[in-house]
Structures are given as C-alpha cells and as structure tokens.
C-alpha cells in the first residue's frame, strides 16, 4: 500500500514557477514508477510527467517538454515536479500517481489508468 499527499500547489502569474512535492508513505514506493498528472475542468485527467523507480528515466508531455523537471528521492520518498514559464493552460489539478513496476525499474508511467495508487491532488492556477 502506498500513501500519496501532494502539496506546492498556489496561485502565480503567467511566466512564473512553481514547485509541486509529493510526500509518499508505504514500503513499495521504492518499487513504483511515479506520475504526475493534471486535471483541467471539464477535461479528463491528463499525463504531464513521469520517472521510473530507479529515477534513471523520465518522460514528459509535449505541452510540459522543456519547462517542467521531474525528479524524485528515494531516501526521503519524494517526488517533485519543477515547474517553469507557467502558462494559462497549465491551471488544474495536479496530481501524483504510482504504478507498481516490479520487474522494470526503468519503466515511466505515462496513463492515469494504469496507476495503482492517487493523491488527492493540489490546485495550480496560472493568472494572465
């Protein structure tokens, strides 16, 4: 069983940063590739990024290429998502997902109905 909480999520002007955190709890975090996801109104749930356990890959939409960074430490069983030049578009939910992977460690999650476990997610509003 793994426990996700996010948190990092706020108001911020259009060109602005924000880092999003995800604290997990449970043993088999260290065996789950994790994602980061959004959630715009009136839109599905959509991927933005996502590394593997071993923290040696990483993937990322093509709206979030270049801007966003995701990373993750094992040790303090996090998972951060960097997120740079905000824009408008960029306003939703966001919320941190992990996907059993038990015999790739280099697997990326990239769709929210393979995930396993969900935070209650964080609320990010990009201001023009």
């Known amino acids: 069983q793994v426990q996700l909480v996010e948190s990092g999520g706020g108001l911020v002007q259009a060109g602005g940063s924000l880092r999003l955190s995800c604290a997990a709890s449970?043993?088999?975090?260290?065996?789950?590739?994790m994602g980061w996801f959004r959630q715009a109104p009136g839109k599905e749930r959509e991927f933005v990024a996502g590394?593997?356990?071993?923290?040696?890959?990483?993937a990322y939409a093509d709206s979030v290429q270049g801007r966003f960074t995701i990373s993750r430490d094992n040790a303090k069983t996090t998972v951060l998502l960097l997120m740079n030049n905000l824009n408008t578009e960029d306003t939703g939910v966001y919320y941190c997902?992990?996907?059993?992977?038990?015999?790739?460690?280099?697997?990326?999650?990239?769709?929210?109905?393979?995930?396993?476990?969900w935070g209650k997610g964080t609320l990010v509003t990009v201001s023009s």
């Open positions: 997902g992990a996907e059993r992977s038990l015999t790739d460690r280099d697997y990326v999650p990239r769709t929210p109905g393979g995930m396993n476990y």
């Open positions: 449970g043993r088999t975090f260290r065996s789950c590739g």
């Open positions: 590394i593997s356990w071993s923290g040696g890959r990483t």
